[in-house]
């Protein structure tokens, strides 16, 4: 859904660069989410995710001309480049990283919001959604958590095969069931 561009800059620091293709969904609230998401998952549940160097959102404002976003390379080897059927069970790399993804998905799946839709920074979304809480009433809010606000989404499936151009809701929703009412 995106081209990626490995950098290498004079500096010896090593980037990724990232600019989503038309398929990948509305390149504004793609880009404005991920870079939103990321900052969320590091700075209010910290995560291990990639820094975020520089990003737009908006490509007439872009310097490229398009929207991107610029991370940092984080070291490591990928796992698919393992040959797991030469390993030992208790060698095997996927088997090892269980643990702490379980500890992820868990941290993840006690969160409770106030809607269902993407995060964005609170300036990214619409007027009317700035002013309504992240999280779920009974959830206390942090200083860093005023930052972000739940917005649309960005599932291919509200935005692909011409929904882009339909005036249907995109969230974000108060429940489940009106997220599943908006799918139809």
């Known amino acids: 859904m995106n081209r990626v561009f490995s950098l290498q800059l004079d500096n010896d620091k090593q980037l990724i660069a990232k600019i989503p293709f038309p398929v990948a ?108 809480p992240l999280y779920a009433p009974d959830v206390p809010p942090t200083a860093n958590s005023e930052r972000f606000r739940i917005g649309p989404t960005t599932d291919r499936e509200f935005w692909r095969a011409g929904r882009a151009h339909l005036d249907i809701d995109r969230g974000p929703c108060r429940c489940a069931v009106g997220f599943v009412f908006s799918m139809r």
């Open 25 to 132: 969904g509305p390149k504004h609230y793609c880009t404005a989410s991920e870079v939103a998401t990321l900052d969320f998952l590091r700075t209010e549940l910290h995560l291990p995710v990639p820094r975020i160097r520089a990003w737009c959102s908006r490509a007439e404002s872009s310097p490229v001309g398009t929207e991107y976003i610029m991370y940092d390379r984080i070291r490591g080897v990928p796992l698919d480049s393992h040959d797991k059927t030469e390993l030992p069970v208790e060698d095997d790399p996927y088997v090892e990283i269980l643990p702490a993804l379980l500890r992820i998905e868990s941290t993840l799946a006690r969160l409770r919001f106030s809607q269902i839709g993407n995060i964005y920074y609170r300036e990214d979304v619409s007027e009317e959604l700035r002013n309504r």
